[in-house]
């Protein structure tokens, strides 16, 4: 059973662990709570966002088809009501610091309509952040500044200096993202290769013309990653995101289509899968610059 909790009070009530300083925001150091970390149910999921810095952490976060392996130095996100499990966690050695904030948090804050720009919270656990020693050691100081001035008695600009760490976490961590989609080299980093060989067994004309066009999340449900992350991966190899790469490809497929006297722009249209060939001419013309009828008529 998947025990859900919604706040951060909830969640202090339940591992016995001190109530936060703000309701909606908390931050505790993992060696203080390294015990009651054992009090975490088999399944969850969190009502607020999660940052956790954890090193030495052993056992297997798992999330969606995938787990990982903590006993490496990473920084994992999670937004509100993701499914979460443990499994053999072994909490006696580990460091690090865990971050909760809820949505409410953010309000009258420069990142109340800015945090969709951090997509990483929608990325699967095993797409976690790998840091470097120099990074890890990076961030643990930004996280130590944290500390401090979420201990120091609220005043009337506590929030917007939380609010403040919070945001040079987050950026330190986007810039490190973009190190790792280039530098990693593992099973995880050959997505181009994999992502191809995924779109080209899709792009079947078959296989669109009875399952239609396909979408970003099925792509990235073959490659068993977030659509996320497919996305910023692409983005920083290519300069294109997935759905950028797909219309793309169609948009190649249709030329050929289109070249064949025999068919009109409906029937390649349908044939790709659109369910409206107005759709598809606006797709088209949005690509190749002129409409699936002129691009006939000058070739």
Partial sequence: MIKHISTLTEFAKLFDVPSPEYPTFGLVEVEKVREKTKMIPSSFSLGFYTIGLKKYLRGYLKYGRKQYDFQQGVLVFTAPHQILSYDNLIVDESEGW??????????????????ERY?????????ALHLSEQEEQHLNG???????????????????LLANHLTTILDYSERYYKRQFVTRNDAETDFLVRFEDAL???????????????????????????????????????????????????????KEQLLNRNQSVSEVAYKLGFESHTYFSRLFKKVEGISPKEFVELN
């Fill in 200 to 254: 080209n067994k899709r792009l079947v004309l078959k296989k669109l013309e009875t399952n239609g066009v396909p979408s970003v999340k099925e792509i990235a449900q073959q490659l068993y990653l977030s659509p996320s992350y497919l996305s910023d991966a692409l983005r920083n190899a290519t300069g294109m995101s997935t759905q950028k790469h797909i219309h793309l490809r169609l948009v190649n497929l249709a």
């Fill in 142 to 160: 930004i996280f130590q500044s944290l500390y401090e001035e979420y201990t120091n008695p609220i005043d009337t600009l506590s929030k917007r």
């Fill in 119 to 127: 997509s990483f919270f929608n990325y699967e656990v095993n797409e």
């Fill in 98 to 115: 865990y971050l909760f904030f809820e949505s409410n948090f953010l309000v009258n804050t420069h990142l109340n309509n800015n945090l």
